[in-house]
């Protein structure tokens, strides 16, 4: 099955095969990367990506017919925050 989304007007498609007619996909994304993963990685990708105004910030699409069976989002704190600045004299 192709398997694929639309982050912030940037395409990323992936084929998967579908395990028991269910296809699980992993996608991560920050201010300027996407990466999906299909089935535990057999199949990825990445995509560095500068975001185009005025854009959707996601939509997926499928070859087909697909249902989303469960959706989690997590949101993950910036690893720079509270961090001080080295400074070179």
């Known amino acids: 099955m192709d398997i694929g989304f639309r982050y ?4 990323l498609n992936l084929k998967g095969k ?3 007619g ?3 996909a992993r996608l991560f994304f920050d201010r300027i ?3 999906a993963f299909v089935n535990d990685g057999a ?6 990506l500068t ?3 005025g854009a959707r910030p996601l939509e997926f699409h499928v070859e087909g017919e697909a249902k ?3 959706l989690e989002i997590h949101e993950l704190r910036s690893i720079w ?5 080295s400074r070179v004299p």
């Not at 199949?43 to 560095?48: L, P, R, W």
């Not at 925050?81 to 600045?85: D, I, L, P, V």
Request: hydrophobic share 35%.
């Open 43 to 48: 199949e990825s990708i990445a995509q560095t």
């Open 68 to 70: 989303i069976v469960s």
């Open 81 to 85: 925050s509270g961090r001080h600045e």
């Open 18 to 20: 579908e395990m028991n």
């Open 8 to 11: 912030f007007g940037f395409d």
């Open 22 to 24: 269910m296809l699980k």
């Open 51 to 53: 975001p185009v105004e």
């Open 33 to 35: 990367t996407a990466e």
